[in-house]
């Protein structure tokens, strides 16, 4: 039950310079491909094989970090999502993702706000690019 | 090969089964992103919605299927999604494509995703290189 009591908190109240600050922060991880965790994945989607595409959801563990900075993941939605491969990542591959926040707006809107958060991400393989993607978090405020 | 794939084909559909509450769990399980929303009743009824939902990550996934089973030699260069509406657990999604443009070997392609009651719950595009 720890989320529930973390839902009774009041949402933290967020200002222009919360959003100014988040701008530019990041997130530095490291992940080593396993054979079984790309299986596990094709699997939960109903695939006999592995995922041709190795699926960057998979370094898209994010939501404790944003928690921390003050957005309310449990209201937060994944508006949009782009993704750019330039080369496959397979087991055995390490990959090393950097997370950034490049926009923290927030718009008005009837009966509250709406938080926009833009998060660009690029994985690496041996220093060469494999990926970068950028989703755009929507948490609604009233 | 695959030289069927002009401007205007369609692409096989592919259909879920209906999505259980295990199912959005065992995805969570598999991206290692268990945020509560997708799996406790509680927590998401507390933020107003009528109970668990999935990640548009799942949606993404099960578009990225469809493809793969229509071009399973193709590597995609980009895929972008758009998130419209929620799906609930009991939802059937049918994800659909078109091809859009072809180019040689680069093949552009809209992707959707409709729940059983013909809603469009998520759309995009995919470019994939042969």
């Known amino acids: 039950m720890i989320w529930l009591r973390h839902l009774k908190k009041q949402p933290m109240a967020i200002s222009q310079s919360d959003l100014q600050s988040w701008i530019g922060q990041k997130l530095e991880l490291s992940f080593d491909i396993e054979r079984s965790q790309l299986r596990r994945l094709a699997q939960s989607v109903g695939d006999a094989a592995e995922l041709p595409v190795v699926f960057p959801a998979l370094f898209y563990t994010v939501h404790h970090w944003l928690e921390n900075l003050g957005l309310n993941m449990h209201t937060a939605m994944h508006a949009e999502e782009t993704y750019e491969y330039f080369q496959n990542i397979a087991a055995g591959d390490t990959i090393n993702v950097e997370h950034c926040i490049v926009e923290a707006y927030r718009k008005e809107v009837s009966g509250g706000e709406l938080l926009f958060v833009v998060i660009e991400s690029a994985g690496f393989k041996k220093g060469e690019a494999v990926f970068k993607g950028r989703r755009v978090l929507v948490e609604r405020r009233n | ?130």
Not at chain 2, 9 to 17: F, I, V
Not at chain 2, 46 to 72: D, E, H
């Open chain 2, 1 to 130: 090969m695959n030289r069927m794939f002009s401007a205007g084909t369609p692409l096989q559909n592919l259909t879920t089964p209906a999505l259980t509450r295990t199912a959005l769990a065992r995805f969570a399980g598999a991206i290692d992103d268990y945020n509560p929303v997708h799996l406790d009743d509680k927590v998401a009824t507390a933020t107003g919605k009528s109970s668990v939902f999935a990640p548009a990550t799942m949606i993404m996934a099960y578009i990225g299927r469809m493809l793969s089973n229509n071009l399973p030699n193709a590597r995609i260069s980009s895929y972008q999604l758009r998130a419209l509406k929620f799906v609930w657990p009991g939802d059937v999604l049918t994800c659909r494509g078109v091809v859009v443009s072809r180019k040689d070997d680069v093949i552009e392609i809209d992707v959707w995703a409709d729940n059983q009651r013909g809603e469009t719950v998520a759309k995009g595009q995919i470019t994939t290189i042969e």
